[in-house]
């Protein structure tokens, strides 16, 4: 008898520890977004041994974000937190070509206007600040010898140039452009962004292009010498979409020559050529269609000529172009069917290998040296994580939202094929509640994103989980006009909104009827944006919703 008691009583001290190392999981809270860690801009340092990369919180105190500049080391082993500011966020963190320096952009400091760039020693000590300009710098390049900047300045705000401050009233609001208001700026006037070329030793700048143009997207050539930038120019620029690829001398007075000639939108990241003969960038379509846009890699010479499509025949939007080491291919993100991928795109004749796969979302590529490729990853039960891309495999270097999502009980989120009246086939995402009983059916959510060029993808999604927590059945339908399923798909809906998409909406909901998933006579509907239209056309053409948010 005496082993059985000795067994019991191992059990009844063992268990309690065994409870303790697994929390009890609870639904999601509307308040755990203030626990979310949203991590960005993956930077490979150029010895390979480090990325450097953002995190920012919501501040629920202070009703702001704060981000913060982090690295991670290439095994994953280590993360350091780089900056611990509270008053001020840092952003784009950039590694110098030495890979000494760690440069970024904050508004910290008492009479900084805007946002300036700083410089950290990865040696240690204290960020200093390197830029000084009255409208703040909004984004940086190192040179290739990293001696210097290559900035995009914002022209100030007259107003913070009076130094005098002998009159207490405002002065009048002056409207007479088209483009006169911008988020984050506020009303423009007559300001724009320019091209600087900023001394890192001499902390001084010179000013490189001008004229009643903005100018954005700067990249070095491998020399040095010039500088490649985006720009949209013309009689009135606020009044056209017509992007285009620009190169300058990287000095002062030098006129910029203009490479690309589409008549809608050529735009960044820009990134040369190793050889510095090429300039790789994104096309969009027609410039009607630019609601339905679908980017294509292209190429142009740097020296002039004509530009190449190397994704014609992809039909899928691509974004973030970075040259292999060799020149050789080009390495994109692909967004295609709820999921986006980074794929190799050969330049010799387009040809698009993928590097990722699965149901899961990837963006932020960044190339280091031999090859390395980190990028953010997420899925649906976790948030964007920073990965590396090692021999074929995805292997994950940090891990910020780990204790949060240890907690929780999360959905199923699962994918639902439809077809419209018209016998379209359209692809939606489907979340069941934790706990989710077959047989029985569930109030549903409709919830329609925006655009319309986007989509509903394979990425975390805290409302959808926030409403699944509460024992609806959330919907999301990529309609006709969504990004993902082709140039086609996307531009269907062209002259005719709110016919195709509401049909699409309502197929999807009465396969979801079908199914046995949804309640008939418990729908709701909501979205913003381009969803809080649907949502107006959709209520406007059926009384089967009960509740809608528009």
């Not at 240690?124 to 900047?149: C, H, I």
């Not at 009048?172 to 911008?182: A, C, E, L, S, T």
């Not at 920073?386 to 204790?403: E, F, I, K, P």
Request: charged residues 25%.
């Amino acid at each position: 008898m005496r082993t059985p008691t000795r067994a019991l009583l191992l059990a009844l001290l063992v268990a309690p520890v065994l409870g303790a190392q697994t929390p009890a999981r609870r639904a999601v809270r509307a308040s755990d977004v203030y626990h979310l860690r949203d991590v960005r801009d993956p930077r490979i340092s150029p010895d390979g041994r480090w990325v450097a990369y953002t995190v920012s919180t919501a501040d629920s105190a202070k009703d702001r974000n704060q981000t913060d500049v982090w690295m991670a080391s290439w095994d994953g082993t280590q993360h350091i937190r780089l900056t611990h500011t509270d008053a001020e966020s840092e952003s784009a963190p950039r590694w110098s070509p030495d890979g000494r320096w760690l440069a970024f952009r904050s508004g910290r400091g008492e009479d900084v206007k805007g946002s300036q760039v700083w410089l950290l020693d990865r040696r240690g000590g204290e960020a200093r600040q390197l830029t000084d300009y009255k409208g703040g710098v909004s984004d940086f390049v190192w040179s290739p010898d990293g001696a210097r900047l290559a900035l995009v300045v914002d022209d100030p705000d007259p107003a913070d140039l009076d130094t005098t401050k002998k009159s207490k009233t405002k002065p009048p609001i002056v409207v007479d452009r088209y483009r006169f208001k911008q988020d984050y700026r506020g009303y423009l006037g007559a300001r724009r962004s320019h091209i600087h070329v900023f001394d890192v030793a001499s902390k001084k700048g010179e000013q490189i292009t001008a004229g009643i143009y903005d100018e954005s997207d700067p990249a070095w050539s491998p020399d040095g010498r010039r500088i490649a930038f985006v720009s949209k120019r013309g009689e009135d620029p606020d009044r056209t979409q017509n992007f285009d690829v620009w190169v300058v001398d990287a000095a002062p007075g030098a006129e910029p020559r203009q490479l690309t000639t589409f008549e809608g939108e050529d735009n960044g990241g820009l990134a040369w050529s190793p050889d510095g003969r090429w300039i790789a960038f994104v096309r969009s379509g027609e410039p009607k269609y630019y609601a339905y846009q679908q980017d294509r890699l292209a190429i142009v010479p740097s020296a002039g000529g004509e530009a190449r499509i190397l994704t014609a025949s992809l039909d899928r939007a691509v974004s973030d172009p970075a040259w292999t080491a060799d020149g050789s291919a080009i390495v994109v993100t692909v967004e295609d069917d709820r999921t986006r991928y980074a794929a190799r795109v050969r330049v010799r004749d387009g040809a698009v290998t993928p590097l990722t796969r699965g149901k899961q979302t990837v963006h932020g590529v960044d190339v280091g040296p031999g090859g390395a490729l980190a990028m953010l990853v997420a899925n649906d039960t976790m948030p964007a994580e920073v990965h590396a891309l090692d021999r074929g495999a995805l292997r994950r270097l940090t891990h910020h939202n780990d204790s949060l999502f240890a907690g929780l009980q999360l959905g199923t989120v699962e994918e639902l094929t439809s077809r419209s009246k018209d016998g379209t086939e359209v692809h939606s995402l489907l979340t069941k509640p934790h706990g989710f009983r077959e047989g029985q059916k569930y109030p549903l959510l409709l919830r329609i994103h925006g655009g319309p060029n986007g989509q509903d993808e394979h990425a975390f999604d805290i409302e959808r989980e926030l409403f699944a927590a509460n024992g609806y059945v959330v919907l999301e339908v990529n309609y006709r006009g969504s990004s993902g399923r082709g140039s086609d798909f996307q531009k269907a809906i062209f002259a005719d909104w709110g016919n195709l998409e509401v049909v699409d909406l309502l197929g999807a909901v009465d396969e979801a009827i079908r199914i046995g998933v949804a309640d008939p006579d418990r729908l709701g509907i909501g979205g913003w944006s381009y969803g809080g239209i649907l949502t107006n056309y959709t209520i406007a053409t059926t009384p089967r919703f009960k509740a809608a948010t528009s």
